[in-house]
């Protein structure tokens, strides 16, 4: 099968200090991958890379076929590579239901805003806001204003504004941040759905009961570089992994004082 998304050797360099370091991953479709890592891993700079946002240094970035590495990120997501960031920036003025409307055009989402204010939008636009809200499971949020909503509830709205787009691969950047172990459990049951649905995702976070539950394969980036991958119980049992993440020696060895 040919890979949705694949980089191959892609370096990020910012003042000399290699953010990203030869990094080669690759995305195959109707599954969901996983980027896990410390903080300052690396990880929020390679999907910047991915999307447009971060100027690689070398290596390239395919998506469907096609070398996107020098795309800046408008034109990117309009081939259906979307992304999400970890900070939500939703329009606060304006219902659930207008958020994802306002994302359902990416190339003019500027000259539909006012017809989207006064509901005169069309058939296709109206279709794709309904099918992201019920994939996301928050049709019932759907006049509800962001600041109304609990965190977990702002993190699906999000999710579903970048559904909206009807996107071939989503990129979702720390979509568990902040959110209680209830509401962990609840996306993970919600991103899996997403992939019966034909959604195709990449995924970075912190959080390794999600990763681990939800992921078909996972990278592990380590100070720029990938140092494991595998499947969820390969990366988990990995020597290299469990290094990274509690340190090389967990006490004293037999001859230590």
Known sequence: MTALLETRGLTVTYGGINANDDVTISVEPGTIVGLIGANGAGKTTFIDAITGFARVSSGRVTFAGEDVTGLQPHPRSRRGLVRTFQSLELFEDLTVWDNLLVACDTTRWWTLL???????????????????????????????????????????????????????????????????????????????????????????????????????????LDFGRIIAHGTPAEVRNDPRVIAAYLGSSHGPTEGEA
């Open 114 to 220: 006012p017809d989207l204010l006064r509901r005169s939008q069309g058939d296709k636009v109206a279709s794709q806001a309904r099918w992201a809200l019920a994939t996301a499971g928050i049709e019932h949020l759907a006049d509800r204003l962001p600041q109304e909503l609990s965190h977990g509830q702002r993190k699906l709205v999000g999710v579903a504004r970048a559904l909206a787009a009807r996107p071939q691969l989503l990129l979702l950047d720390e979509p568990a941040a902040g959110l209680d172990a209830v509401e962990s459990a609840e996306l993970s049951t919600r991103l899996r759905g997403l992939v019966e649905e034909g959604v195709t995702m990449f995924l970075i976070d912190h959080d390794m009961g999600l990763m681990m539950t939800v992921c078909d394969y996972v990278y592990v």
